[in-house]
């Protein structure tokens, strides 16, 4: 899914956000943008709100997701990962997306749920 890439931790705006650059045949294959909203949820419903800093949640979620895939569907745009799925917003610009919220496996519907499954064995 992924040839090369590389991630940023980055203050805009006054709060951090985390830049994902993936490329693919040595080319931009899409940026994603996940707001300190997804990580804020993150923290609270993964880590069940545990104090835990930034830099130490960006790289505890990084070795727990290292792949993920953003998809757009005809329920909504998803970011799939190992440990739940983020809410998208596809941007007007070429392959640039943006993980808003963060939500846990057991917070889906069951159709999510399904979709989740599908794409997880993609990922493997």
């Not at 943006?98 to 999510?112: A, E, G, P």
Request: proline fraction near 2%.
């Amino acid at each position: 899914i992924r040839d090369k890439g590389w991630w940023s931790i980055v203050n805009m705006d006054g709060s951090y956000k985390v830049l994902s650059i993936n490329i693919q045949d040595n080319d931009v294959y899409g940026i994603t943008i996940f707001s300190a909203h997804f990580f804020d949820r993150y923290r609270e419903r993964y880590h069940k709100n545990k104090p835990i800093p930034f830099k130490t949640l960006f790289y505890d979620f990084l070795s727990k997701n290292p792949i993920f895939l953003s998809v757009g569907t005809d329920e909504g745009n998803y970011t799939i990962m190992n440990e739940g799925v983020g809410l998208v917003e596809f941007s007007s610009i070429k392959n640039v997306c943006y993980v808003n919220t963060f939500i846990t496996k057991d917070m889906l519907k069951s159709d999510q749920k399904e979709l989740l499954k599908n794409y997880l064995d993609i990922l493997k």
